[in-house]
């Protein structure tokens, strides 16, 4: 069966006062383990990774690559990240979805060079619900 090509954009950028990354074709994004993950039109391909032998890691990095087709080929190569608002973020906690995740830490990381305070706050009073990919990526600057 085939898939609607994804839209991209002509080039990659990333626009932090409007939380959104445009993704361009051929833009390579290094996961997990080594692998890389190549947008292309027809959607997004698995290469790479530390160990051959390693199928848990091939699989985690396929299912990240199916995961982020399924968000370009809806966000037409535009992805604003997921969560806005406190409520937002604590509604995402729990998903085992790598780029939601990734979008709460790139959110509040990016909150945090506004109000380091309140992002301090929060992470340390939502650490025990929170993955600790968003952790890290919250925690960045401050």
Known sequence: MLKTPIKLVDSSSLNRLSNSVNIASDMRIAVNDGYILKVKQQGVEVSGGNDPYDTEAYMKAQKMAGSLST????????????????????????????????????????????????????????????????????????
């Not at 945090?112 to 939502?126: A, G, K």
């Open 71 to 142: 968000l370009l080929r809806n966000a037409c190569g535009n992805m604003h990240t997921v969560a806005y608002s406190q409520e937002e973020l604590v509604n995402n906690f729990g998903s085992s979805e790598f780029f939601i995740n990734k979008a709460i830490g790139w959110s509040l990381r990016d909150y945090s060079e506004t109000n380091q305070d309140w992002v301090r706050n929060f992470v340390e009073t939502h650490k025990d619900k929170m993955d600790k990919l968003s952790i890290r990526e919250a925690s960045k600057y401050l």
